[in-house]
């Protein structure tokens, strides 16, 4: 398996552009995880999916953060308006089911000028 | 609110020496623990994971201690080699899905 895919891996872009992060996770897991990397806050959970349904959302910060996972293998992140505050990597991670081990991404580089 | 605390921030020592991380947690009521590795610009490596009913796991050179009664998790290193330079990050598992991690600990092995 190629494990989880993130795209793109680096994504630079100006304030108030839309952003939309991709995922997908290894095939054959039931839950993915979106996580935020920062100097200043370390590695947050923002949202994760059990079986494509948003389970927990309450690390999203603000109404600009939006996911969605249409299926089982793609999931997006979408930041509109961005800000510059956004700048960060964001980790995509997927588990199967009755496990306890997530496997992540390479994760997205953002930066927002 | 489970909270992580990875001391100390960043560590140097020469090759070849044993060396100890160490990672706290303020409520005991946890799944599992998981140490992992992050090289700059890349994403986790899964080193060890802990269940709660366990006390110790071991792959190779490394091993995890759990005292899940002091809140304390400890990730020991046997004859460092500069490859082990990484950051190495301590993560409570506070539900079968949610992981709580702490600021890692930036290691440098000196040749």
């Known amino acids: 398996d190629a494990g989880v895919i993130q795209s793109p891996r680096h994504e630079v872009t100006e304030m108030g552009q839309e952003v939309t992060l991709r995922c997908k996770p290894i095939?054959?897991?039931?839950?993915l995880f979106w996580y935020r990397q920062t100097m200043m806050r370390g590695l947050e959970l923002l949202i994760y999916?059990?079986?494509?349904?948003?389970?927990?959302d309450s690390g999203m910060p603000e109404d600009r953060f939006s996911a969605k996972m249409p299926n089982a293998s793609f999931s997006t992140l979408k930041i509109q308006p961005s800000e510059p505050r956004d700048s960060a990597v964001y980790f995509c991670?997927?588990?199967?089911?009755?496990?306890?081990?997530?496997?992540f991404g390479p994760g997205t580089r953002l930066t927002v000028t | 609110k489970q909270e992580v605390t990875q001391i100390p921030a960043a560590l140097s020592v020469p090759e070849g020496e044993n060396l100890v991380l160490n990672c706290s947690f303020t409520?005991?009521?946890?799944?599992?623990l998981q140490w992992f590795r992050q090289d700059p610009g890349k994403g986790l490596t899964s080193l060890l994971l802990?269940?709660?009913?366990?006390r110790e796991q071991t792959s190779g050179r490394l091993n995890a201690s759990l005292d899940k009664s002091s809140g304390r998790s400890t990730l020991y290193i046997a004859a460092s080699q500069p490859g082990d330079s990484a950051t190495y990050l301590c993560?409570?598992?506070?539900?079968?899905?949610?992981?709580?991690f702490g600021s890692g600990t930036r290691l440098s092995i000196r040749p």
């Open positions: 991670a997927s588990k199967g089911l009755g496990s306890y081990e997530q496997y």
């Open positions: 095939s054959g897991h039931n839950s």
């Open positions: 999916f059990n079986n494509n349904v948003p389970i927990d």
């Open positions: 409520d005991s009521a946890i799944y599992n």
């Open positions: 802990i269940q709660s009913s366990q």
């Open positions: 993560a409570v598992h506070s539900s079968a899905s949610k992981i709580i």
